[in-house]
């Protein structure tokens, strides 16, 4: 109990002190940086904690500037809210790890605490659309929902875009979960895998009617379909057929990229539609594309399982350097199955659509194997989700969360998961804490 007096104590101090005004920080025990003298640190607390814990760390000569003063846990940098010079007062980042180092740099001082802090993580699963029942659509209010998804993407408005099938015939709905809505905004035979641009909000995804169209939707135009058509450079020999199922934008160099069953990865341009090929693959098929904020123009690419020598494989391709570059990140093994560990020897079996967040870390629909995986910046393989081998619906947490061959994912901006759950008939949202 004096623990927790103590902490709110030392809480309510540092917010007062923070909101001050300059006249009242001159006095009181706001301490500034003296750069002649060493920063010192004491300890922590809590020792451990979740995503956005508040976290107390004392010591000596760290200023009253907070934002001349880092803190990371591990490798994440940490929110510092305010500082009185002997306390700082942080808010504990996203998936920094299990097992925390806390530094703190103030000035030319880089110091890191002797304890451990322990990251712990909180994982919800829940159905906000779909019932079972993929036989037929329904749209309107998402708990009457029908649908059957396949791929899915978000933009950073929240806007919830997925790739509905019924045989034979494909939609993209668009889930609006804060007014409980699906409607439907392009009705077509074969629409794949969409992608968002982080800049303009248009939605494009390929299709499969030619060689080089594909279908985009402009926010400023309520998401109005138009087809596009590549154009494809002079003497270029083309695919054999239109087969291409999945669209992403670099946001290096703002261009769409996709890549044929036939192995022709192409840059797109998205106000010409000018295209590039700039490399060639073996044949199959690949239903996720992804790039890595972290590492710039890296292109991240899933194989299914009739992918030849990449069958089942996470493969990767610098699109600034792709002759030199291209290989296959994890394990050799082309049957497919289920290890996780570091990312060389990590097994999948046929991965579809792969999505990375904002903070490097790269989730997989590992369809499968019946459950979500993660590959964390450092390249480590986790099963976040679902147990493998095992397929099953059931919402819960992560103990208790089942999946039955999903195919798609997207993410939204503040790090929500949303899961295409095709076996399952169902869109399902995972919050992770």
């Known amino acids: 109990m004096i623990k927790h007096f103590s902490l709110f104590m030392i809480l309510y101090c540092i917010i007062h002190l923070v909101s001050c005004d300059d006249s ?25 904690g979740k995503y956005l814990e508040k976290v107390i760390l004392t010591g000596s000569n760290f200023g009253t500037d907070a ?8 490798s994440k940098e940490a929110a510092v809210i305010g500082s009185t010079g002997e306390h700082l007062y942080v808010l504990a980042p996203r998936l920094p790890g299990d097992l925390c180092n806390v530094s703190v740099v103030v000035g030319k001082d880089s110091l890191t605490y002797p304890d451990i802090f322990k990251y712990t993580t909180s994982i919800t699963v829940t159905t906000i659309a779909g019932n079972g029942n993929g036989s037929d659509m329904v749209v309107g209010s998402l708990s009457e929902s029908i649908v059957q998804p396949w ?8 806007n919830v875009f997925v790739v509905n099938r019924v045989d034979p015939n494909y939609a993209l709905l668009r889930i609006d979960e804060e007014n409980d809505e699906i409607s439907t905004i392009v ?15 248009i939605v494009s995804m390929p299709t499969e009617t030619t060689i080089g169209s594909f279908i985009t939707c402009d926010p400023l135009e309520y998401w109005a379909p138009r087809i596009r058509e590549m154009r494809w450079p002079e003497g270029s020999v083309l695919p054999q057929y239109g087969w291409k199922h999945s669209m992403v934008v670099n946001p290096s160099d703002g261009c769409i990229y996709t890549r044929y069953y036939f192995g022709d990865i192409v840059k797109i341009n998205p106000k010409s539609y000018d295209v590039e090929v700039i490399y060639k693959t073996d044949q199959g098929d690949s239903f996720g594309l992804t790039f890595n904020p972290l590492k710039p123009n ?3 690419m899933s194989f299914w399982s009739n992918a030849g020598n990449m069958a089942n494989s996470i493969c990767s391709i610098d699109v600034t350097d792709p002759e030199r570059t291209y290989k296959r990140e994890t394990s050799s093994i082309t049957a497919g199955g289920h ?3 570091k990312f060389e020897v990590a097994q999948f079996r046929q991965p579809g659509q792969i999505y990375c967040d904002s903070e490097g870390n790269m989730y997989v629909a590992d369809s499968g194997n019946h459950c979500i995986r993660r590959i964390s ?6 099963t976040v989700l679902g147990m493998p081998g095992t397929a099953g619906w059931k919402d819960g947490t992560k103990e208790e969360a089942l999946f039955n061959t999903p195919r798609g994912l997207g993410i939204s901006k503040d790090g929500t998961v949303y899961v295409a759950d095709t076996g399952n008939n169902r869109v399902r949202k995972l919050s992770i804490n």
């Open 67 to 74: 934002s001349k003063i880092k803190v990371y846990f591990n």
């Open 298 to 300: 890296i292109l991240y």
């Open 24 to 48: 009242d920080k001159k006095g009181g025990t706001n301490i500034p940086y003296d750069p002649s003298k060493p920063v010192e640190l004491g300890t922590f607390y809590p020792d451990s």
């Open 187 to 201: 009705n077509s035979t074969v629409v794949n895998v969409p992608c968002v641009d982080p800049e303009t909000g």
């Open 377 to 382: 910046p450092e390249g480590t393989v986790e």
């Open 151 to 158: 791929y899915v993407c978000v933009d950073n408005d929240d």
């Open 339 to 341: 290890r996780d560990g």
